[in-house]
């Protein structure tokens, strides 16, 4: 079964080309997630680049809005790690913002490069000015047993309602902005949320494998 423990959320609402997260101590051979939303106000913002923690980061998946330019990034680490800060680096872009999560995940196959087989398949979405809606269809779910994780962002501070059959996670609030992380486990694939009218939305998801019951797959 899949299990998550939250090792640390924030936000900065300074502009700048980096940020750090609160330090953590993930532990050994767990996979580590970690969400970013950030905006860039005149062009689509770089995607982030991860370091910290003795890990590789590797992106899942982003999406930015248009026109207003926000993005989310999802990443994935899995490793020997140490403690300390995840360093979040938009190579020289000011931001005007940043938003992060960062989740340990337990239960969840880990083999191939960097855990690459615990990510099943993703998706994004990144509706118009004034929605009040995102939605992101995926593929089937293969297993029952699997977990969804979705990560959108808007730009405004007014609390976001997670889809049917999913959990908040996290949600994050400042400079203008809401961050929100949310999950389910299940065979439901179609992740989204509902909030008042706003703008510069994005949004990504994406299916987690879980072990099997008999616990075959371990750490290589």
Same mark, same amino acid.
């Not at 996979?31 to 899942?60: D, K, M, Q």
């Given at each position: 079964? @899949?299990?998550?423990?939250?090792?640390?959320?924030?936000?900065?609402?300074?502009?700048?080309?980096?940020?750090?997260?609160?330090?953590?101590?993930?532990?050994?051979?767990?996979?580590?997630?970690?969400?970013?939303?950030?905006?860039?106000?005149?062009? &689509?913002?770089? *995607?982030?680049?991860?370091? %910290?923690?003795?890990?590789?980061?590797? &992106?899942?998946?982003?999406?930015?809005?248009?026109?207003?330019?926000?993005?989310?990034?999802?990443?994935?680490?899995?490793?020997?790690?140490?403690?300390?800060?995840?360093? @979040?680096?938009?190579?020289? !872009?000011? !931001?005007?913002?940043?938003?992060?999560?960062? =989740?340990? =995940?337990?239960?969840?196959?880990?083999?191939?490069?960097?855990?690459?087989?615990?990510?099943?398949?993703?998706?994004?979405?990144?509706?118009?000015?004034?929605?009040?809606?995102?939605?992101?269809? =995926?593929?089937?779910?293969?297993?029952?047993?699997?977990?969804?994780?979705?990560?959108?962002?808007? /730009?405004? &501070?007014?609390?976001?309602?997670?889809?049917?059959?999913? *959990?908040?996670?996290?949600?994050?609030? %400042?400079?203008?902005?809401?961050? !929100?992380?949310?999950?389910?486990?299940?065979?439901?694939?179609? /992740?989204?949320?509902?909030?008042?009218?706003?703008?510069? @939305?994005?949004?990504?998801?994406? &299916?987690?494998?879980?072990?099997?019951?008999?616990?075959?797959?371990?750490?290589?």
């Amino acid at each position: 079964m @899949i299990t998550y423990s939250t090792l640390t959320s924030g936000n900065s609402t300074a502009d700048a080309t980096s940020y750090n997260t609160a330090p953590i101590t993930p532990l050994s051979n767990k996979l580590i997630l970690v969400f970013v939303s950030s905006r860039y106000g005149s062009a &689509e913002a770089n *995607t982030p680049t991860l370091s %910290g923690n003795s890990l590789t980061w590797t &992106e899942i998946t982003h999406r930015y809005s248009t026109p207003r330019n926000g993005k989310v990034t999802a990443f994935r680490a899995i490793g020997i790690p140490s403690s300390g800060a995840i360093t @979040i680096d938009f190579d020289g !872009q000011t !931001q005007q913002n940043c938003h992060w999560a960062v =989740l340990q =995940l337990d239960g969840v196959v880990v083999t191939g490069t960097n855990a690459s087989d615990a990510v099943v398949q993703t998706g994004t979405d990144a509706p118009g000015d004034g929605s009040t809606t995102a939605s992101i269809t =995926l593929s089937a779910i293969s297993l029952s047993t699997n977990a969804v994780f979705g990560e959108i962002t808007k /730009c405004d &501070e007014n609390d976001i309602t997670p889809g049917s059959g999913f *959990t908040e996670i996290v949600e994050i609030q %400042g400079d203008s902005r809401t961050t !929100q992380v949310q999950w389910q486990i299940g065979t439901d694939n179609t /992740c989204d949320w509902s909030f008042a009218a706003s703008n510069d @939305i994005a949004a990504i998801a994406f &299916e987690v494998k879980a072990l099997p019951a008999s616990g075959f797959f371990a750490f290589m």
